[in-house]
């Protein structure tokens, strides 16, 4: 069973939005950082956003900061990332992750939880 499950991607034109989320199935990841990752074709994945176990954002990469905001509701064992003003650069494969730490952090390797992804295309 898949920890987590993404959805939201799709096709979109360059300027236009996205809101993606990720909901955990089978337990809650009330007490884990959380965060975003990409994978471009051709390219190591890599994060663009992290939160903490209460939702405060704790990493964001310069490629997304001002487009993008990452947000936790902890309620509903959700994550939501909401891309503004995408770029073609910005498609990629999209995957929510769980750390087993408190604050999300841009390493791939301190995640233990993923989700199989979601395609984003942004076309030009």
């Known amino acids: 069973q898949v920890p987590l499950v993404e959805s939201g991607g799709g096709l979109v034109q360059t300027g236009g939005s996205l809101r993606l989320s990720c909901v955990a199935s089978g337990r809650t990841f009330n007490n884990n950082g959380m965060g975003w990752f990409r994978r471009a074709p051709g390219k190591d994945r890599e994060c663009v956003a992290a939160v903490n176990t209460i939702g405060v954002a704790t990493y964001y990469s310069d490629s997304v900061k001002g487009r993008f905001t990452i947000s936790k509701d902890i309620a509903r064992n959700t994550l939501s990332l909401q891309m503004n003003n995408l770029k073609p650069e910005d498609t990629a494969v999209y995957y929510c992750?769980?750390?087993?730490?408190?604050?999300?952090?841009?390493?791939?390797?301190?995640?233990?939880?993923w989700g199989q992804g979601t395609q984003v295309t942004v076309s030009s």
């Open positions: 992750a769980a750390t087993r730490w408190s604050s999300g952090t841009w390493r791939t390797d301190d995640y233990d939880y």
